[in-house]
C-alpha cells in the first residue's frame, strides 16, 4: 500500500470537479474540458494550496535519472547531523536509514496532524472563500477548535466547498 501518492482536487468556481491522483485529475480534466482549463482550481489534499498539473504528455517526457532505488520510490537525499547522531543511528537495527524511516513515520502518525489538518482547510479556505460571509470568524472558530461555531458559520457556504473543507479537516 503507497501512502505517499498525492492527491488533488479540482474546483470550477464552487463546484467540486474531480478528485485523486495527479495524473487522474489531469487526464479527466483534458477529456471534459479540452482546451478550456483556465477557470479551473486545483487544489494539493495534504496541504490545501493551489497547484498546477503538468499538461504536457507524460509519454514524451523521460524521467530524470534518479539515485536511491526509484522501483520502491526511494528517493536518496544529503542528511546532516552531528557526529553524535549518527552514532547513534549505526547502532540502531537496520543502520542508520531504516532508523530515520523508523522515525519518520512514527512521527509523520503522531496526533499532531491535527495541526496540518487545520492548515491545509485555511489554505483552501483562503483561496475559496474570502469572500464568503463569516469567513474570519470561521477561520477564528477553526484554530479555536470550536466545532459548534464553526460548523455553524459555514452551513450556508456552497455545498462542495464546505464538503471539501470538512474532508481536509478530517484527514
Known sequence: MQQDIQTVTAFLGDTSL??????????????????????????????GKPVDLDYWDAATTAPAPSVGRPRLGVKARE????????????????????ALRRLVEAASRAPGDGRKRKDAAYHFMSHMCGNLPG????????????SAAFDGLIAEWPDDVRDHIRRLIAG
Open 18 to 47: 474531480v478528485s485523486g491522483s495527479r495524473m487522474i485529475v489531469r487526464q479527466r480534466l483534458e477529456e471534459r474540458y479540452p482546451g478550456d482549463l483556465g477557470a479551473i482550481l486545483v487544489f494539493d489534499d495534504a496541504t
Open 79 to 98: 542528511v546532516t547531523l552531528l557526529p553524535r547522531h549518527w552514532d547513534w543511528l549505526a547502532e540502531q537495527p537496520g543502520g542508520a536509514s531504516a
Open 135 to 146: 469567513y474570519e470568524e470561521a477561520l477564528r472558530a477553526l484554530y479555536r477548535d470550536d
